[in-house]
């Protein structure tokens, strides 16, 4: 299979311009961010281990001083948080969000007793919705951040 580096040049100029215009004036209509909670050691990416159904789960911006929602994983360890534009738009044009995890979580042994976990929101693609322009947003590896006794 050959390698074509102008088609990765290419895909990654559009992803780029595709974020900027998020942050500089396309009127977004809705805010989605979809994950998953595994039981996996923190830092570390496993795509076949099982999600963690019932964990509390907080979208945050502004280094956490703005929360935009709470949601809790459903039965595979998936939430997925729908906001509008008015709720979330201008904080995700002007600063960095993440997803935060509250430990302990009982039935995961390599999770740390007791912190925080963070994983950051990153931006995927727009997506046409009936009502306009949808910015669709993932998070995936969770970082131990802080730890209380």
């Not at 500089?24 to 595994?38: L, N, R, T």
Request: hydrophobic share 45%.
């Amino acid at each position: 299979m050959a390698f074509y580096p102008s088609k990765l040049i290419l895909s990654l100029l559009f992803v780029i311009a595709t974020a900027a215009s998020i942050a500089h004036g396309i009127p977004i209509v809705d805010v989605s961010v979809a994950g998953q909670v595994v039981c996996t050691v923190p830092g570390t990416n496993c795509t076949t281990c099982p999600g963690i159904a019932g964990v509390n789960v907080t979208l945050s911006c502004n280094g956490g001083r703005t929360t935009l929602a709470h949601a809790i994983t459903n039965t595979g360890g998936s939430v997925n948080f729908t906001l509008s534009s008015a709720d979330a738009g201008a904080l995700f044009g002007q600063s960095q969000c993440f997803v935060y995890v509250k430990l302990p979580i009982a039935t995961c042994y390599v999770f740390p007793p007791t912190g925080v976990l963070r994983s950051p929101v990153t931006f995927v693609r727009l997506v046409h919705g009936a009502a306009g322009p949808i910015a669709i947003f993932i998070f995936r590896i969770f970082h131990l951040v802080g730890r209380f006794s």
